[in-house]
């Protein structure tokens, strides 16, 4: 959560920073803010709401220095004002700082503070960090290993702070530096032409430079227009390593879509495409991974195995756990990161440990991947960002290679999860019991997949009828069974998180155990009901849903017949192997949810109280 972009160079720093907060708004949109050195003063512009309003306050300012930083929040601690906007400034005027991340001893630093005479400004943990850097700067004389006061200040003050953070500083009697350190939150270093920028995200980078370099937790880096030395916590040096970013521009912009939700949708079939690209085996009977740092011996050993994510990506883990049991006949167990983190599972010994992650920085999952690591498990990571922290402390791990991923709610990233999950089921299945030909098959249909997702596409302005003549309820039920459970869940995530509706996912046959006391005329049910062994069953729970008289929208295979009259709406979507059905059947409930949210007015991209990706507790 929060967004934070800092430039040192020869250009008018200010615009380029509102150009990557543009980019990094994804990540929070409570308030904006930047600050520039200049004239020997910071000049700091402040505003609640969005980039766009902070980019009209600035103006005012006449902002022309070339070194600053900016921030966009997505707020924790104080509410939504313009005071606790970032950046902030310490009470001596010497030192500005933005922050991602939460001190969770902000008070205990605050009171010693307030004994030295530092005040506060504004109710955030940040302004501590803020005020101690000012006062161990003030204190500093010229660092005795070498380093300059600015580091030496800033690493004493993250020796007492709790919690996770990921700032950028800004000394008043410096102009031309900046010191950036990490723990827990993403930073990434761009090392330009003369000029150096640091970012939540490479996105707010790529426009200047592609050589980055990703700052790990516990290091501080020193940066000026040209130079970059990296330190740890503890004073040790650290070799700088600068890798090339893949992505161009073009990749984060939004083209001629309303939406990134929607581009993101349409661009599925070509994300799936690069997911499988260079991934199959030459006899064509299984999958092929080049980073899992695992042999196919140790693989054998493996007799259960523990897949632990987020929201989105944990439905994603679901989806894969069914398709692991069924072609492997390996047990698998899901388990939501934020809660395996605490709860001190029981382990098999023999367990082999996944998480996912589009974005590789969601702090629970990292905390799970920690927590398995810590009791001595090798974990693979699933995950999008190259070179994000997950990927980074994972012993090895598949990329999604889905390209920057910038609407809130997930789309391109979840079914390529969902393909890689099918995919690793396939690898795992050939190892054991599935046969040549079994894999064959399976192999075919998931190249198969960006064909029948471009199909199921091509249903969008069907979809969009149906969205608007349910844009208006405030219940709907999502109902699908096996393996499409989690797709079920995951339709009424996305319905919740972008049109604010109430939606709730359940195995279709446990609907009748309770939710079916929400039924009503004003409470639509979504069937996921493919022409399987299980269709009838489905039919049969549509059937008690309509004798309540509740609105039915059916999700069939184009192979599959309803009852007449059974169905108020009926979206087709192409018959498919169980390995690639998940994928399809996903497509016409983001598309639903996508244009509800639309014809409701909501903004799609920047749904209310949420972020991208959520790096706090
Ligand atoms: C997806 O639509 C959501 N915004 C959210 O549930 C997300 O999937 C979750 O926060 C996990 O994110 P990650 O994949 O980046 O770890």
New binding site residues.
């Given amino acids: 959560m929060c967004g934070i972009v800092g430039y040192v160079g020869k250009q008018k720093a200010a615009p380029l920073i509102i150009e990557g907060l543009k980019r990094l708004e994804y990540r929070g949109y409570d308030s904006a803010g930047v600050a520039v050195l200049q004239d020997g003063r910071f000049a700091v512009a402040k505003k609640t709401g969005r980039v766009a309003n902070l980019e009209g306050e600035t103006a005012k300012h006449r902002l022309h220095g070339t070194h600053g930083i900016g921030h966009t929040r997505w707020a924790t601690h104080g509410g939504v004002t313009d005071a606790n906007a970032h950046p902030h400034v310490s009470s001596d005027g010497k030192i500005a700082l933005i922050h991602n991340g939460v001190i969770e001893n902000y008070a205990h630093i605050k009171k010693f503070l307030l004994g030295k005479g530092y005040t506060f400004s504004s109710e955030t943990d940040t302004e501590v960090l803020c005020n101690l850097i000012a006062y161990h700067y003030a204190k500093e004389p010229a660092a005795a290993n070498g380093d300059s006061r600015f580091v030496e200040s800033v690493r004493k003050t993250l020796r007492h702070a709790e919690g996770t953070y990921g700032i950028v500083i800004m000394a008043l009697d410096l102009p031309g530096e900046l010191v950036t350190a990490r723990k827990g939150s993403p930073l990434i270093l761009g090392l330009g032409d003369g000029e150096t920028l640091v970012a939540s995200d490479v996105s707010a980078i790529v426009s200047r430079t592609q050589n980055v370099v990703y700052l790990k937790d516990g290091e501080i880096a020193h940066l000026t227009p040209t130079t970059c030395a990296i330190t740890t916590l503890s004073s040790g040096t650290v070799q700088t390593v600068v890798d090339k970013v893949t992505w161009s521009i073009a990749d984060s912009e939004l083209g001629a879509h309303a939406h990134f939700m929607e581009k993101e949708i349409f661009e599925q079939p070509t994300a799936l495409e690069n997911a499988m690209r260079g991934r199959f085996a030459e006899d064509g009977s299984t999958a092929r991974f080049g980073g899992l740092n695992i042999t196919p011996g140790e693989f054998r050993t493996v007799d259960r195995f523990m897949f632990c994510?987020?929201?989105?990506?944990l439905h994603a883990c679901m989806v894969t756990e069914h398709l692991i049991e069924r072609f492997a006949r390996i047990p698998v167990e899901c388990d939501y990161a934020s809660e395996f983190r605490y709860r001190n599972a029981p382990l098999f010994r023999n367990s082999l440990f996944f998480v996912?992650?589009?974005?590789?920085?969601?702090i629970d999952?990292l905390a799970a991947l920690r927590e398995a690591k810590r009791k001595g498990y090798k974990v693979l990571a699933i995950n999008n960002v190259v070179g994000s922290t997950i990927a980074r402390e994972a012993d090895g791990g598949i990329y999604q290679h889905v390209g920057p991923e910038v609407g809130?709610?997930?789309t391109k990233?979840f079914t390529s999860q969902l393909l890689i999950g099918a995919m690793l089921a396939l690898y795992i299945g050939r190892m054991r019991d599935l046969s040549f030909s079994e894999g064959t098959e399976i192999v075919n249909a998931l190249k198969g997949t960006p064909d029948l997702v471009r199909q199921a596409l091509a249903q969008a302005p069907h979809i969009k009828a149906i969205a608007k003549r349910f844009a208006k309820v405030t219940d709907m039920l999502f109902l699908g069974r096996m393996s499409l459970f989690p797709i079920a869940l995951e339709g009424a995530?996305?319905l919740k998180?972008i049109s604010y509706i109430h939606a709730e996912g359940y195995p279709a046959a446990e609907m009748k155990h309770g939710p079916i006391a929400l039924i009503s005329e004003e409470c639509p049910s979504v069937f996921f009901a493919p022409n399987n062994e299980l269709f009838n069953k489905v039919v049969s729970s549509m059937q008690e849903i309509k004798a309540r008289k509740g609105p039915i929208i059916a999700i069939i295979t184009e192979d599959a017949e309803l009852p007449a009259g059974l169905a108020d709406e009926v979206i087709r979507i192409p018959r498919c192997h169980e390995a690639v059905l998940p994928i399809v059947a996903s497509i016409p409930v983001q598309l639903l949810s996508y244009y509800i949210a639309v014809e409701r007015g909501c903004d799609v991209d920047k749904p209310r109280n949420?972020a991208?990706?959520?790096t706090v507790e």
Avoid at 309 to 313: S, V
């Fill in positions: 994510a987020c929201g989105t990506a996912m992650s589009q974005s590789g920085e969601t999952t809130v709610a997930s990233a995530l996305k998180e949420l991208k990706s959520v």
